[in-house]
């Protein structure tokens, strides 16, 4: 598991801030790791409180098809993503990821996750 530098990157755009927001799982992610007490998190612990947002999101099993496919996709996709724009920074020998102050981006999340956790 490896990424780009992120310890240059300035604060995110708004076109950047609402293009991570707009994927589910990326957002269920920064949900995770903007929330953590723990900076850095260990990538299992990210999977596990991803796996079972989505699936009581979703109304769906946890099942370890879909922990797999979450894993996946967080390793080879979103958590490079996070990394390019300097939203995380990781540590693949001890699979860590560490989440870098962004407050704009902070401030988003939190009035995303607050409107889509809490309706219906």
């Not at 589910?24 to 949900?31: E, I, N, T, V």
């Amino acid at each position: 598991m490896t990424y780009g530098s992120s310890s240059q990157h300035p604060s995110p755009s708004f076109d950047t801030v609402f293009e991570l927001l707009a994927n589910k799982r990326r957002r269920f992610a920064l949900y995770s790791l903007l929330d953590s007490s723990e900076n850095p998190i260990e990538f299992e612990t990210l999977i596990e409180d991803v796996a079972t947002l989505e699936a009581a999101v979703l109304r769906q099993l946890l099942t370890r098809e879909l922990y797999q496919d979450i894993a996946a996709d967080l390793y080879q996709w979103h958590l490079p993503v996070l990394s390019d724009v300097g939203i995380v920074g990781c540590d693949p020998r001890h699979e860590l990821i560490r989440c870098l102050d962004q407050p704009l981006l902070a401030r988003w999340a939190a009035r995303v996750r607050h409107d889509e956790l809490n309706s219906g």
